[in-house]
C-alpha cells in the first residue's frame, strides 16, 4: 500500500532508540490517530468514545415493536430516549439532542416491519420535527388483496436508520513530549508512560466499534446486503449479487414471499431496509409501482421474510408480486 | 503481527529493543486493521488532485458496500410564481444533486459507482398516504442499462388512486465502486 505512514527501522539489541526514533513511534502513533479520527469520534457522545461520525454511517438504527394489547416498544437505538405514540398510526421518537445538531442535515431511512406486512401492504413515512423529534406515520391497506385501495392508519412495527450531521471530532490523545539530542526519556506520564497510554487509548476507542480483524460489528454499520432477482415464469429467485462479508441466500415460498438467509447469525432485532425494483412477472415494467414488507415476526437470527405487493393502476386493487429488490440488513453481532 | 498492550515503566526502568519494536508494531497494526473496511487512498502522495474528491477510498474513510455511500434529504419547496422546486442537503461523493423531472419524478446522477442501489424514504406529515418512493437504478448490468443514476417516482393516495405527487424524501446510496 502506498501512502504517508511514517517508516520504521526495526531495533536489534543494544541499538540505540535515539531522538528520531523515539520522535519516529510518536509520528506514527499520531498518524494512526488522524487516520481512526477522520470519520471517528475521540470524545464522548452517549457514551461511545470512538463512536462513527460519517453522515453516511447512521448515528443510530433501531425500531419500534408494535405487540398486541396494543403495546408499543423501542429497541436497539443507540442515543434515542423515548417513544410516544400520539395518535393511532404515529409514533414520535424523543432523540438526544447532543447527537444531532443540525436538523437540516439529518436523514432517515425507514422500512415498516408490521406483521400485517404478510397479508397487506404496510407503509410508514416520517417527518423531521427538529433534532430532538422524529415522527412516524404507519398506513395500512384495509381493503383486502384485489378488492380495492382503501388504507388507514394503524399502529405497525417499523425500523429506522438516523443519519446525522457529523460531530466536533474531539480532542486528539496526548502523546509523549517528542525528544531532541541529548534529552532523555523518562516513566514520567507526559513521557514515555503518556506514550504508552495513548497507544492503549487509541486501541480502546478503535475497539468500541470494530473487531480486532478491522471488521465493524456495531448495529450501525449493516451485516450484508443483497440484490435478488425473481426468475422469469416464476416459482424461483436468484441472488444477482450479495455482500461478501456475509452473504445472504434466497429461497423462493410463493408468490411475493422470499426467505432470505443468512450464513452468520446475527443477534435479534435485526433491521432490514426493502427498496423494490423491476417486476419480472404480472407484465412488470420500470413504472410499476410495489411495495415491500418486512414482517417482524418472521425475523429471526438467520432468517428473513420479505413480503412484495404491485398496485393496479387500472383497477385500483393491489396483488402480491413477484419482483426484484434490495435488501441491506442491520443488525448487532 | 498483532496488537500487544505494553507495560508503563517505572524510575530507571530499562527500554529495550523489543517493546520499542513493538510499539512501531502496534501502530501499524491500527493502520492495517483499519484498511480492511476503511480507505488507504492517500491524498497527500496522489498526483491528480481534484481526483480525489471522488474517491470512495480517501484515507480513513468507511469504504464498504454495507455502508451509504451517500445519504440525503431531498427538500420540496414552493418558489416564486408557485414553481416547485427541490432542494438537496447530501454528504458523501455518490449523489451531487437532484433533478426534479416533472410532478412526482425525480433524477439524481451518480458518480463514481459501477453497481448502485438506494433505499428512498417518503417524509410527509401523515395528512395523506404517501408510498415508499419508487426507486429504479439504471446502470449497465440492467435491462436500461445507461449508466446514468436512479430515477424516482413519489405517489400519494389522491381520489381513490395513486397518483404520482412532489414530496420531500431521505435517501442513501448503496453501492460498489
Keep these: 500500500m502506498s501512502d504517508s505512514f511514517p517508516s520504521w527501522i526495526a531495533r536489534v539489541r543494544n541499538d540505540p532508540l535515539g531522538a528520531a526514533g523515539y520522535n519516529r513511534l510518536i509520528e506514527r502513533a499520531k498518524w494512526v490517530e488522524r487516520l481512526f479520527l477522520s470519520e471517528h469520534l475521540s470524545t464522548n457522545v452517549g457514551g461511545g468514545i470512538g463512536e462513527h461520525n460519517a453522515a453516511e454511517v447512521p448515528r443510530e438504527v433501531g425500531g419500534v415493536y408494535v405487540a398486541a394489547g396494543p403495546?408499543?416498544?423501542?429497541?436497539?437505538?443507540?442515543?434515542?430516549?423515548?417513544?410516544?405514540?400520539?395518535?393511532i398510526g404515529e409514533f414520535a421518537l424523543e432523540l438526544d439532542p447532543n447527537v444531532y445538531t443540525n436538523a437540516a442535515a439529518m436523514t432517515v431511512q425507514v422500512q415498516n416491519t408490521s406483521e400485517n406486512g404478510s397479508n397487506v401492504p404496510c407503509l410508514t413515512t416520517f417527518s423531521i420535527t427538529d433534532t430532538t423529534e422524529?415522527?412516524?406515520f404507519q398506513r395500512l391497506l384495509t381493503s383486502s388483496l384485489g378488492g380495492g385501495n382503501?388504507?388507514?392508519?394503524?399502529?405497525?412495527?417499523?425500523?429506522?436508520?438516523?443519519?446525522?450531521?457529523?460531530?466536533?471530532?474531539?480532542?486528539?490523545?496526548?502523546?509523549?513530549?517528542?525528544?531532541?539530542?541529548?534529552?532523555?526519556i523518562s516513566e514520567l506520564s507526559y513521557d514515555y508512560n503518556g506514550q504508552?497510554?495513548?497507544?492503549?487509548?487509541?486501541?480502546?476507542?478503535?475497539?468500541?466499534?470494530?473487531?480486532?480483524?478491522?471488521?465493524?460489528?456495531?448495529?450501525?454499520?449493516?451485516?450484508?446486503w443483497a440484490n435478488i432477482e425473481s426468475d422469469s415464469g416464476g416459482g424461483a429467485v436468484?441472488?444477482?449479487?450479495?455482500?461478501?462479508?456475509?452473504?445472504?441466500?434466497?429461497?423462493?415460498?410463493?408468490?411475493?414471499?422470499?426467505?432470505?438467509?443468512?450464513?452468520?447469525?446475527?443477534?435479534?432485532?435485526?433491521?432490514?431496509?426493502?427498496?423494490?425494483?423491476?417486476?419480472?412477472?404480472?407484465?412488470?415494467?420500470?413504472?410499476?409501482?410495489?411495495?415491500?414488507?418486512?414482517?417482524?415476526?418472521?425475523?429471526?437470527?438467520?432468517?428473513?421474510?420479505?413480503?412484495?405487493?404491485?398496485?393496479?393502476?387500472?383497477?385500483?386493487?393491489?396483488?402480491?408480486?413477484?419482483?426484484?429488490?434490495?435488501?441491506v440488513v442491520y443488525a448487532g453481532v | 503481527m498483532s496488537f500487544v498492550k505494553l507495560y508503563q515503566v517505572i524510575v530507571d526502568g530499562p527500554l529495550g529493543y523489543q517493546t520499542v519494536n513493538q510499539l512501531s508494531d502496534n501502530a501499524e497494526e491500527m493502520r492495517t486493521v483499519m484498511y480492511v473496511e476503511h480507505g488507504s487512498h492517500d491524498p497527500s502522495l496522489s498526483t491528480v488532485k481534484g481526483s480525489n474528491a471522488f474517491n470512495y477510498s480517501v484515507l480513513g474513510r468507511h469504504d464498504l458496500d454495507e455502508i451509504p455511500r451517500s445519504v440525503g434529504f431531498a427538500l420540496l419547496f414552493q418558489q416564486t410564481l408557485n414553481t416547485t422546486n427541490v432542494a438537496f442537503s447530501w454528504s458523501g461523493v455518490g449523489i451531487p444533486s437532484v433533478?426534479?423531472?416533472?410532478?412526482?419524478?425525480?433524477?439524481?446522477?451518480?458518480?463514481?459507482?459501477?453497481?448502485?442501489?438506494?433505499?428512498?424514504?417518503?417524509?410527509?406529515?401523515?395528512?395523506?398516504?404517501?408510498?415508499?418512493p419508487q426507486v429504479r437504478p439504471f446502470h449497465a448490468t440492467k435491462a436500461n442499462g445507461n449508466n446514468a443514476g436512479l430515477r424516482i417516482n413519489t405517489y400519494s393516495l389522491a381520489s381513490g388512486n395513486f397518483d404520482l405527487a412532489d414530496m420531500s424524501f431521505g435517501i442513501a446510496l448503496y453501492g460498489t465502486p
Excluded: M
Design chain 1, 134 to 136: 422524529i415522527l412516524f
Design chain 1, 150 to 184: 382503501v388504507w388507514a392508519a394503524e399502529d405497525e412495527s417499523f425500523v429506522a436508520a438516523i443519519h446525522g450531521e457529523p460531530l466536533v471530532v474531539g480532542a486528539p490523545g496526548l502523546t509523549g513530549l517528542q525528544k531532541t539530542r541529548g534529552t532523555a
Design chain 1, 238 to 327: 436468484t441472488v444477482l449479487d450479495t455482500s461478501a462479508r456475509n452473504p445472504l441466500t434466497a429461497t423462493w415460498l410463493g408468490i411475493g414471499e422470499v426467505r432470505l438467509t443468512n450464513t452468520t447469525p446475527w443477534v435479534l432485532g435485526a433491521q432490514p431496509f426493502i427498496t423494490t425494483d423491476y417486476a419480472r412477472s404480472n407484465g412488470g415494467a420500470v413504472s410499476d409501482i410495489q411495495v415491500a414488507c418486512c414482517p417482524k415476526p418472521t425475523i429471526t437470527t438467520t432468517t428473513i421474510d420479505v413480503f412484495t405487493y404491485k398496485y393496479d393502476v387500472g383497477t385500483a386493487t393491489w396483488d402480491r408480486v413477484d419482483t426484484d429488490f434490495y435488501v
Design chain 2, 99 to 132: 433533478w426534479r423531472a416533472g410532478v412526482g419524478g425525480y433524477l439524481l446522477p451518480v458518480l463514481g459507482l459501477s453497481t448502485f442501489w438506494a433505499v428512498a424514504s417518503a417524509s410527509g406529515d401523515g395528512s395523506s398516504v404517501l408510498l415508499a
Design chain 1, 196 to 224: 504508552v497510554q495513548f497507544d492503549s487509548d487509541l486501541r480502546s476507542k478503535y475497539l468500541l466499534d470494530h473487531d480486532s480483524t478491522g471488521k465493524h460489528i456495531n448495529r450501525e454499520v449493516a451485516q450484508t
Design chain 1, 71 to 87: 403495546s408499543y416498544a423501542f429497541e436497539d437505538f443507540r442515543h434515542a430516549r423515548n417513544v410516544t405514540r400520539p395518535v
